[in-house]
């Protein structure tokens, strides 16, 4: 234990030495990197990953802001990543360090808590700017992941960047250590996903389904940045890296030669499948689950078949890579509902009393799906909403969706009134499980379309779509004047029913945070943060931010005060026609339209803002914090 402390004190920060003490409660041999983050987000004070934890939950055991004093938040601090683009995801924070990342440059910052004025480095990578014209739906990054170092390497930072490269960097200094090519632009695939570590690896996903690319999922080793495994959403069996026995307690959703057999000739091998959503990961099994992305093009008479593995739900062995089981919940997909959503964790009892491991994912296509998540068992598949039209229900017994085909998208019908849209009645938002409460709050879109499809052929690089695509409000908004484009809901996994649900103006489209003082938190496109009961629905604090949320939020303590933060920053997909100046309806795949009144409620701007009770901070506590003193910097 001393020999660690005594390295871990030899670094400039306070996080080698937090990592070594985590490792020091584990015994004396070092800890594997997933037991020091699992002991890391142990403690509320921390965030040291997307969704908080491995389990996905979004939710926080802090109770210092509750629904008694919520209403007494007020800013703390904030700080602005000079960038105008949409800001997705959340910081981290480990001990004393803030760690921010932005869009297209990427930028990464590590603020000091002590001190949040104070920028301790900043890293800008050089990357080829032909990045930002492959970017289907603006140029969002969705998050850092952290690396808790050992007796031989600092802690790091791992940054996803647009022109399809990661990179692992100094935790402390801000240097970059290794960076690696992950895609390649001239296809257009492109990087948007927040790394996610497992071990001594760091797996990162893939983007550009829009431009035909072939998803995949790659392991690299943290250290050195060598690639350790890849697995792909389609094609052979040897390249899905199937385990022998794949599917077998499901074997009704298929098992091997069919990331061939279901597609016509080679279209696989432009079939789409990406993956830039959100991980999740259960160290007990040692399997983690993401969901592949839309086939490739939208158009689906061109692509004939299932298109698997396309939209499915994955369980795969996190040392090898190996696929234990796959769900496909879209079955040649019509509409675009890519599965990339978030995949949240939680053991409960089913409606037969017994308690079960439990992967809940809220999916584009309007289903909320229960899986067991040790074995890919379907427990329960709900619309998320009484609006969902393109299926009448998925069969349990089999998995399958019964399509209306009123609401399908063939060459030689008109498709209109289709509920969800192509963004999802779910997209991009990490949303939360509030264990308590055994209540998942969902932010959700309320979007529909009419479809109209063409023929295209591909050329790398450019975008492969096929469609054209008119979006306005669900039949809960209001269409004449374009609002009421989402909802925030209350759902139970078990009975499937929702105990409460609002409407907002625009889409949720950012997620929401549960926390144990009987909050849910999240912010809106049209620019506010909110706190409402997560037991009623009522709304109790919101405040206006400097421009649209597309992030979720996320809480912290620092020398014990409990505070609240969000990214703010208009953009991602709803906010392409206010960010890149757009008119045309269908531009934007449609999200023009849909989003047109955007631009009379916030405008472009990225940062940070950080909440407390009556605002204190270390500003409050010392005014003198942070201020120049004379021959300090000489």
């Known amino acids: 234990m001393q020999k660690i402390l005594s390295k871990a004190k030899s670094h400039v920060s306070p996080l080698a030495l937090a990592s070594a003490l985590v490792m020091g409660t584990a015994g004396l041999q070092p800890a594997m990197a997933n037991d020091q983050l699992i002991e890391l987000a142990k403690d509320p004070a921390n965030w040291v990953m997307t969704g908080r934890d491995y389990n996905a939950q979004n939710y926080s055991e802090m109770e210092d802001i509750n629904k008694e004093n919520v209403s007494q938040l007020r800013p703390a601090w904030s700080f602005s990543t000079g960038v105008l683009n949409g800001h997705e995801g959340t910081p981290l924070v480990v001990g004393d360090r ?4 932005a869009p297209y440059p990427n930028t990464v910052f590590a603020l ?43 802690p790091l930072i791992f940054r996803t960047q647009l022109d399809g490269h990661i990179a692992a960097l100094d935790a402390e200094t801000g240097e970059t250590v290794w960076m ?67 599917n077998a307690p499901n074997p009704h959703y298929g098992q091997f030669n069919l990331g061939t057999d279901t597609w016509e000739g080679d279209a696989w091998k432009i079939g789409g499948g990406t993956n830039w959503g959100w991980y999740a990961y259960d160290p007990e099994e040692d399997l983690f689950y993401y969901g592949s992305g839309n086939p490739a093009p939208w158009n689906e008479t061109m692509r004939p078949g299932d298109n698997k593995w396309t939209m499915s739900i994955w369980g795969r062995e996190a040392e090898t890579g190996e696929a234990k089981f796959a769900y496909q919940k879209t079955p040649h997909d019509e509409w675009d509902y890519a599965g990339v959503n978030v995949m949240m964790l939680s053991e409960q009892e089913d409606k037969e009393g017994q308690m079960r491991k439990l992967l809940t994912h809220p999916d584009r296509n309007g289903i909320v799906y229960t899986l067991d998540r040790t074995n890919g068992d379907l427990i329960s598949a709900d619309k998320m909403d009484d609006t969902v039209n393109w299926v009448k229900e998925v069969q349990l017994d089999t998995g399958l969706p019964v399509r209306d085909p009123e609401f399908g998208t063939r060459m030689d019908h008109n498709a209109r009134d289709i509920c969800p849209s192509a963004m999802g009645y779910h997209n991009q938002g990490h949303d939360s499980y509030d264990p308590e409460r055994k209540k998942f709050m969902l932010g959700i879109n309320h979007i529909c379309m009419d479809w109209e499809p063409w023929m295209l052929p591909y050329r790398a690089g450019q975008f492969f779509v096929g469609a054209t695509l008119s979006m306005y409000p669900g039949p809960k908004g209001d269409r004449e004047n374009g609002l009421g484009l989402g909802q925030i809901k209350a759902y139970d996994a078990i009975t ?57 939020p996320m809480t912290y303590k620092h020398d014990g005060r409990q505070y609240v933060a969000i990214m703010y920053g208009v953009g991602g997909w709803p906010g392409v026609g206010l960010v890149f100046d757009l008119n045309d309806p269908t531009a934007g795949l449609g999200s023009v339209g849909a989003f047109r009144r955007l631009q009379e409620f916030t405008q472009m701007g990225g940062g940070v803002m950080v909440f407390s009770l009556d605002g204190e901070s270390p500003y409050t506590d010392d005014p003198n914090v942070g201020e120049y003193v004379s021959g300090e910097d000489a």
């Not at 431009?211 to 040897?238: C, H, I, M, N, S």
């Not at 919101?542 to 649209?548: A, F, V």
């Open 496 to 552: 499937g029913e929702m105990a409460w649900e609002k409407m907002e103006r625009f889409a949720v489209w950012g997620g929401t945070m549960a926390t144990a003082g009987g909050l849910t938190f999240y912010g809106t496109l049209d620019g506010f943060i909110k706190a409402r009961d997560s037991d009623t629905g009522d709304l109790l604090w919101k405040h206006k931010l400097p421009s649209g949320v597309i992030g979720h």
């Open 112 to 154: 000091d808590l002590n001190d949040p004025g104070k920028i301790l480095w900043q890293n800008e990578p050089k990357q080829n700017p032909t990045a930002r014209t492959v970017a289907c739906c603006d140029v969002v990054n969705r998050g850092l992941a952290y690396w808790p170092g050992d007796e031989e390497h600092a």
């Open 98 to 101: 803030m760690f921010v990342h």
């Open 180 to 246: 690696m090519e992950n895609a390649d632009i001239k296809v257009g695939a492109t990087l948007t996903i927040a790394p996610y570590v497992i071990k001594d690896m760091v797996l990162v996903g893939s983007s550009g389904a829009e431009l035909g690319v072939r998803g995949y999922v790659t392991a690299y080793d943290v250290k050195t940045g060598e690639q350790r495994w890849r697995a792909f959403a389609t094609g052979p069996d040897e390249e899905l890296r199937l385990a022998e026995d794949f």
